[in-house]
């Protein structure tokens, strides 16, 4: 099993950017995406199931999408109105197993993380 991550970049205050991540080897129930800014613990962006739940962090509502393509195996979260304190490491991560998706501990896959940095 292999996820692997694209799209992060350098972007300035209120542009957007499109992440990507896709699984290889299996179908998977929930798949997420997380961050980790420098000096800050790994936290949920957004997360969605199969079935088209999502889940999003309070600080992002509004702001980002997280969409899935079943046939592709792959999630994607399109990022607009980006602030600077959206700057950081942006992970993708799946699961075979149904959960809320809130915590890094309810996936079993990661992929490598892609920077996304977000100019004032």
């Known amino acids: 099993v292999q996820l692997q991550a694209f799209g992060g970049g350098l972007v300035q205050a209120g542009g957007s950017l499109k992440l990507s991540c896709v699984a290889s080897?299996?179908?998977?129930?929930?798949m997420g995406w997380f961050r980790q800014a420098p000096g800050k613990e790994r936290e949920l962006v957004a997360a969605i199931t199969s079935r088209v739940s999502t889940n999003y962090a309070d600080s992002v509502k509004g702001r980002f999408t997280i969409s899935r393509d079943n046939a592709k195996n792959a999630v994607y979260l399109q990022m607009n109105c980006l602030k600077p304190g959206d700057t950081a490491v942006y992970y993708c991560a799946a699961d075979l197993s149904y959960s809320s998706g809130y915590h890094s501990h309810d996936y079993d896959y990661w992929g490598q993380g892609t920077q996304v940095t977000v100019s004032s």
């Open positions: 080897g299996r179908t998977f129930i929930i």
